[in-house]
């Protein structure tokens, strides 16, 4: 690569996998990048996990950075630049999805469908992501149910979080997810006829709408017929 006459080899980048808790797995990756040969810049890439759920510990931003520039400082020329892709663990974080409880069902199990699903959360059908789930609108009152949040899409796969701990739901409960900063709203989908949520940035108490919601119109526009020349 680095003889071709149309090609210029600037660095090598490492890729070593997606919500990666321990850092010292990052700092493996530098040393066996090291052996690669010796280059201008190393991207060591992403996978930088966050705590998706209560049981998880995820390492914090700055123990992330001494462990990969502390590694980088062993086994990388000291003139080289270093180049890392934080991404979700940026992004996730700054992330909750809202819904409302559109009813709620006992039988046998506790079920709690929210006016989503599915169509909105695709990661959770897709890889099995774990997500926590917290009435928002009730916080301080006593978790003492344990209940099923699904979603609307008709899908035995419409499983929003399992066993999600809180106070008794009731329809028009606010359902919070948090952490969804990171893929939700990248792989919303029109499954079902389902619409794309609103994004609103919220600081310091103030709202700001910053991507509208979508509309029937919006999901019809496809479809209209095509006009011949």
Not at 144 to 166: H, Y
Not at 193 to 207: C, N, W
Request: charged fraction near 25%.
């Amino acid at each position: 690569m680095s003889a071709h006459p149309l090609m210029e080899l600037d660095g090598v980048h490492v890729h070593i996998g997606s919500q990666i808790l321990n850092v010292d797995q990052f700092a493996q990756a530098v040393d066996s990048i090291s052996r690669s040969g010796t280059f201008r810049t190393y991207d060591i890439g992403g996978g930088l996990g966050v705590k998706y759920t209560y049981d998880e510990v995820a390492p914090s931003v700055e123990e992330y950075l001494d462990r990969v520039v502390e590694a980088a400082a062993a086994h990388l020329p000291a003139d080289a630049r270093l180049v890392i892709e934080p991404g979700r663990s940026i992004v996730a974080r700054a992330g909750v999805t809202l819904y409302r409880v559109v009813s709620v069902k006992r039988s046998g199990r506790d079920f709690v469908a929210v006016d989503g699903g599915m169509a909105d959360q695709l990661d959770i059908a897709l890889t099995g992501q774990r997500y926590e789930a917290v009435l928002a609108n009730r916080m301080t009152e006593p978790w003492d149910e344990e209940v099923q949040i699904v979603g609307r899409q008709c899908e035995s796969g419409d499983l929003l979080v399992e066993d999600a701990r809180m106070p008794a739901p009731a329809v028009d409960d606010l359902v919070a997810l948090a952490t969804t900063g990171a893929y939700s709203y990248s792989m919303t989908n029109n499954y079902n006829g389902a619409l794309r949520p609103a994004i609103v940035f919220v600081q310091e108490g103030e709202a700001r709408l910053v991507a509208r919601r979508e509309t029937y119109e919006d999901l019809l526009r496809l479809h209209e017929p095509v006009q011949e020349a």
